[in-house]
């Protein structure tokens, strides 16, 4: 709970104190413990907890600016000394992370994808089938790419002039240097795809197959590279916040 609190505290460096203000305060910590206490109750154990009740109340700017309040510029000596992150934030930083690079990739895929089913379903006949699934594919995209890109922005928010100890940063270059193999098969992979995906749009003018097959071809083949490539660069960029950060120390 001390990590909730000093996290929450941290939120309000730079904020006036005022009756109202602590009144926010005091409402924000009963609703985050109240999360807490909840996300225990569902089988979580302490830092998932935490994590996650972290992550879920992000910033505070948007009631700050409800509230008319704004930060006072911070002192060198409290910008020197920003509230530090701690290891289970980090955890739980990496783990979301992960999730919105996922949907990231898979909105890509999902856009290739669904161009690849226009043209086939059209070769075949079956033009309302191709419509719907391009309609279908490219809505899927961009709900992936809005929640993903709001997560991300939020996640970014959480690491802003905050302290990374010794202790975070050496589990951040554990991490790094454990994904560099997974990296590497990724972007590997994914480029060797993507230069593939040229071979169904030759073999349909070389093979004289109906050209709309080949093209549907490319876009899965070419779909799949990319979706590895920037899942891979994200997950990695995850880590790299943490090892290649000013705020170390």
């Known amino acids: 709970m001390d990590t909730i609190r000093n996290y929450l505290e941290s939120l309000f460096i730079g904020v006036p104190r005022s009756t109202e203000i602590e009144k926010l305060k005091a409402d924000l910590l009963a609703n985050m413990e109240d999360h807490y206490h909840e996300l225990m109750g569902e089988g979580k154990n302490e830092q998932e907890a935490i994590g996650t009740v972290i992550s879920t109340f992000g910033s505070i700017d948007e009631l ?21 992150i701690y290891l289970s934030e980090a955890e739980n930083y990496w783990k979301e992370y992960r999730a919105a690079s996922l949907q990231v990739a898979s909105g890509v895929l999902f856009i290739s994808l669904s161009f690849a089913g226009f043209l086939f379903f059209c070769s075949t006949g079956y033009a309302f089938m191709g419509v719907s ?59 060797g795809l993507c230069i593939f995906s040229l071979f169904p749009l030759f073999a349909s003018i070389l093979w004289y197959i109906d050209g709309s097959i ?36």
């Open 64 to 84: 700050l600016e409800e509230l008319d309040v704004k930060k006072e510029n911070p002192s060198p000596e409290t910008e020197s000394n920003p509230a530090s």
């Open 214 to 249: 080949g093209a549907s071809g490319f876009f899965v083949t070419v779909g799949t590279g990319v979706f590895l490539i920037i899942y891979g660069s994200l997950v990695r960029h995850s880590y790299r916040q943490f090892t290649q950060s000013t705020y170390s120390w």
């Open 133 to 191: 699934c391009l309609i279908f594919g490219i809505a899927l995209a961009v709900g992936f790419f809005i929640a993903s890109g709001m997560k991300i922005t939020r996640l970014n928010h959480f690491l802003y002039n905050r302290k990374i100890p010794e202790k975070v940063l050496a589990e951040a270059k554990e991490k790094e240097e454990a994904y560099q193999r997974s990296f590497g098969f990724s972007l590997i992979a994914g480029i």
